[in-house]
């Protein structure tokens, strides 16, 4: 046994001295939880370009129907990181001190069409052509609370309506809310454009609006444990570097315009259509990803004065304590330069 050892670290001297590398490291397995939605294509582009493989992560994307059940996974450690759009019930878990906001996802960026108002075909034969129209009609919305709660809620505000005016209807989850449209159990709903396109193209369903167009906002975000910032930081940057360069990519194909301001999309956009077009259901064409690429920072920047102003807004509407503090909320320091921030 001992000159077997021996022998072992021999070889792996001499392995050494000719200058040989020594075996490397397993990857780090770790999961992201996420939506088949176009805007988490940074974390498809970091997987298949290799980036999260460059930096000793073997990356496993668990796939949810809704935002809120990806922080709950999060929280529970069924998933490492997630990303998707921030919620209620996401900031409630992390006023307990369990999640934490990390980098920026999509926003809601003038210009750059992403989710959008539709109306059934049944609404659109009576007349419901307009945001103004809402009060009265009924919303299908994944869950109380989500992003499209809260889009609701910032239209009501801005166009002066109480949002107790619409008729919300939680159906928990993005194919029971594309059921009710084409079924005109409700009159309208608000989905990314990728999927408002293929139900246009179905004949199910009329675009009125996109809500960039309305009220533009921070909408997602990446975020992670808590017990993983402080126990597992190193890692945890690695993931946001990956990450990051994934961005720089997705912001270099899909958010390019001429010199009249008009989005122009060339060959890097082309190399990146089959990635999402991969990990996105349903399946889009090449121009409904074109038409439904939204706005993400190239540096996965944070707009972090929107999010303390999501955060009042629920607990205004009573679905998060009164005693929650966004600060706690986030660690801005795996990226350097974050948006609007808040004046100390």
């Not at 049944?122 to 609370?145: E, H, L, N």
Request: contains cysteine; charged residues 15%.
């Amino acid at each position: 046994m001992i000159r077997t050892s021996l022998a072992a670290a021999g070889l792996l001297l001499g392995l050494l001295g000719s200058g040989m590398p020594a075996p490397a490291r397993a990857a780090d397995a770790v999961s992201v939880a996420a939506l088949h939605f176009v805007s988490s294509a940074p974390i498809f582009i970091a997987k298949d370009k290799g980036y999260f493989a460059a930096e000793g992560l073997d990356v496993e994307i668990k796939f949810f129907d809704a935002a809120q059940p990806i922080a709950v996974a999060v929280a529970a450690g069924d998933a490492d990181f997630g990303i998707t759009g921030l919620t209620a019930g996401f900031y409630n878990l992390a006023a307990k001190g369990v999640l934490k906001i990390i980098a920026a996802q999509s926003r809601e960026e003038p210009g750059y069409d992403f989710v959008a108002y539709i109306v059934s075909n049944k609404a659109w034969d009576a007349g419901f052509r307009s945001v103004t129209q809402y009060p009265g009609k009924s919303v299908g919305i994944t869950q109380v609370g989500s992003t499209f709660h809260y889009n609701m809620g910032m239209l009501a505000e801005k166009l002066g309506f109480p949002l107790s005016a619409v008729a919300l209807k939680p159906l928990q989850s993005i194919p029971n809310v594309v059921a009710a449209l084409k079924g005109n159990q409700v009159d309208s709903v608000l989905l990314p454009n990728n999927i408002a396109l293929g139900l246009v193209a179905q004949h199910a369903g009329h675009i009125i609006g996109y809500v960039w167009q309305e009220t533009p906002w921070q909408l997602g975000a990446l975020f992670t444990s808590a017990k993983n910032v402080a126990k597992r930081r190193d890692l945890v940057q690695r993931f946001v570097r990956a990450y990051q360069k994934a961005c720089a990519d997705y912001a270099a194909a899909f958010l390019q315009r001429d010199a009249s301001g008009k989005r122009v999309f060339g060959a890097k956009a082309d190399a990146l259509i089959p990635i999402i077009q991969k990990y996105v259901q349903p399946r889009p064409s090449r121009a409904q990803v074109l038409a439904s690429v939204s706005y993400i920072d190239p540096k996965a920047r944070l707009e972090v004065g929107d999010i303390y102003r999501q955060v009042a807004w629920y607990q205004k509407m009573g679905m998060v304590d009164r005693s929650a503090k966004t600060a706690t909320m986030l660690d801005l320091g795996f990226i350097p330069h974050q948006l609007d921030m808040p004046r100390q």
